[in-house]
């Protein structure tokens, strides 16, 4: 629901349902107009006015706490996975740089949820709603440009919470601009709206009451509960025990012929990683149609789950499932462009830094790769500003 925006055409969001919606209202606009001078009589504009915007308050404080709430909890742009820390920076698309440059700072992906949480939270009090609305302006707006700049697919929908921000702001801005930039003694506004009847109070108070415990107390819990037990960015699936890391191509053997290591052979892998979760990638000159998704979905199952490799080439992705009795494991391809793709390799652990792996690849050649882990440390997480030896 937060992400709900009018659509005629069928399809993801674009500016020609705009197009036709502002068609639809003008004709709209028109029927009304003509309709009320038939009867010579007019509405309390100031009323029906009033009541639109606070339409607009609650509309907008949706999509911005819903958002806040999925930084706020690191699930909108998770920390870069061993796989992503271990990729070309050239390999990935632009909206995924932004998205990993945003998850590589975690406090500042929680400050930006505050941030948002806050201005929704301003919204909701007819005294701080400018405020509220001014924060938005400029934080929307600034995720509308990012989007435009990184090439990513929620340009559409930051460009309508901006447009709804920036209605609200109309409102208080002249009185703003004459104390501010003018100086002169300007008077708040002192409408309020007319509730004649005890019970249109205690609805009032009644909807409100309900839409904080909705949208504000129960999203914020089930954003912490999907943080702790299922983020939507993330797999759960638990991984070959203790195998975590990035693990170089020792051996690689191809129906019985051993290759040796090639920067431009598509057939050799470069290199291997088993992540902490039920994922392995696998690194090669073989190509990859890029999984262009980038936009925000919430996905439940871990075979839904696309953010590690969205926007990402040079890498083969596969989620696995592990036979321990028979040391094998079975795994498809998770790029959605390789559906129909099914390994099933045998697996032995001679130490505990050396995975062998045997089995058909994807051309039903016969495979035998022995991976030797790598000690690698990252900056990213030892920290750059403490001294390191690597």
């Known amino acids: 629901m937060s992400k709900y925006t009018p659509r005629i055409l069928s399809g993801g969001d ?39 915007r606070v339409a607009l308050r609650y509309r907008l404080a949706v999509g911005v706490v819903a958002y806040g709430f999925l930084k706020l909890f690191l699930l909108q742009a998770p920390f870069p996975s061993i796989s992503n820390l271990n990729t070309n920076y050239g390999d990935f698309t632009a909206w995924k740089i ?24 301003l919204l909701l009090n007819r005294k701080t709603a400018t405020i509220g609305a001014f924060i938005i302006l400029c934080f929307a707006g600034n995720i509308f440009l990012s989007n435009l700049a990184y090439e990513g697919g929620e340009a559409v929908y930051s460009l309508f919470l901006t447009s709804i921000a920036f209605f609200l702001f109309l409102y208080d801005a002249p009185r703003l601009v004459n104390l501010l930039s003018l100086e002169q003694p300007t008077a708040p506004s002192t409408f309020k ?22 949208f504000v107390g129960l999203y914020g819990l089930r954003a912490y509960q999907g943080s702790q037990v299922n983020p939507h960015n993330v797999p759960v699936s638990k991984g070959l025990a ?32 088993f992540e902490k ?98 000690d690698k440390k990252y900056l990213l997480i030892e920290g750059r500003r403490k001294p390191q030896k690597l």
């Open 14 to 52: 674009n500016y020609l349902n705009w197009i036709i919606l502002g068609a639809i209202a003008a004709v709209g606009t028109f029927i009304w107009k003509k309709a009320e001078e038939s009867k010579k009589q007019h509405l309390d504009y100031d009323q029906l006015y009033y009541w639109f």
């Open 98 to 121: 932004f998205t990993l440059s945003l998850g590589a700072a975690p406090v500042y992906e929680i400050f930006l949820g505050v941030v948002e949480i806050l201005a929704g939270l």
């Open 193 to 214: 709206p007319v509730l004649t009847e005890q019970w249109q109070a205690n609805a009032r108070l009644a909807l409100k009451t309900l839409f904080i415990f909705l």
């Open 242 to 273: 203790e195998a975590a890391g990035i693990y170089n191509v020792k051996d690689f053997i191809i129906n019985g012929d051993t290759i040796a290591y090639s920067t431009t052979d598509t057939t050799r892998w470069k290199d291997v990683v």
């Open 277 to 374: 979760w039920a994922t392995l990638s696998i690194r090669s000159k073989r190509p990859v149609i890029i999984d262009s998704t980038n936009f925000e979905s919430v996905a439940k199952s871990d075979a839904d789950k696309n953010y590690e490799l969205a926007g990402s080439a040079s890498r083969h992705y596969y989620s696995y499932t592990i036979d321990s009795i028979n040391h094998s494991l079975t795994l498809h391809n998770k790029n959605k462009h390789y559906k129909g793709e099914v390994l099933v390799w045998k697996y032995e652990r001679p130490d505990a830094n050396t995975i062998v792996l045997s089995g058909l690849n994807h051309t039903k050649d016969t495979v035998n790769v022995r991976l030797e882990r790598i």
